[in-house]
Nanobody, 125 residues
Framework: QVQLAESGGGLAQAGGSLRLSCAAS????????MGWFRQAPGKERELVAA????????NYAESVKGRFTISKDLAQNTLYLQMNTLKPEDTAVYYC??????????????????WGQGTQVTVSS
């Protein structure tokens, strides 16, 4: 199993920045990819960004391209999400997720095997 623990959420003003971290533990040698999802009240969980654990190839939602950056630290088994130029519509609970076997897709929530507990991000206007 893989355990995921997010940190770094909080309150920011529009135009500001936050950095989320996700520490992975357990069977981290089995990681194929990781991603950040978010879920706002009354909405479905959606992919924000994903990264291949070996190649580093990234994938972003259109709504965050140019503002958010996903990155990883292999030595620390940690995933990051740098969020800049935040908007009120970025307000959501953000979840870290891990894939532990190869899948063609990294887009859907069902493509992931393990989830963190989530961290709240609130952006005020």
């Amino acid at each position: 199993q893989v355990q995921l623990a997010e940190s770094g959420g909080g309150l920011a003003q529009a135009g500001g920045s936050l950095r989320l971290s996700c520490a992975a533990s357990g069977r981290t040698f089995s990681l194929y990819g990781m991603g950040w999802f978010r879920q706002a009240p009354g909405k479905e969980r959606e992919l924000v960004a994903a990264i291949s654990w070996s190649s580093g190839r990234t994938n972003y939602a259109e709504s965050v391209k140019g503002r958010f950056t996903i990155s990883k630290d292999l030595a620390q088994n940690t995933l990051y999400l740098q969020m800049n130029t935040l908007k009120p519509e970025d307000t959501a609970v953000y979840y870290c997720a891990a894939q532990t076997r190869f899948r063609v897709s990294q887009v859907g929530a069902t493509d992931y095997d393990y989830w963190g507990q989530g961290t709240q991000v609130t952006v005020s206007s």
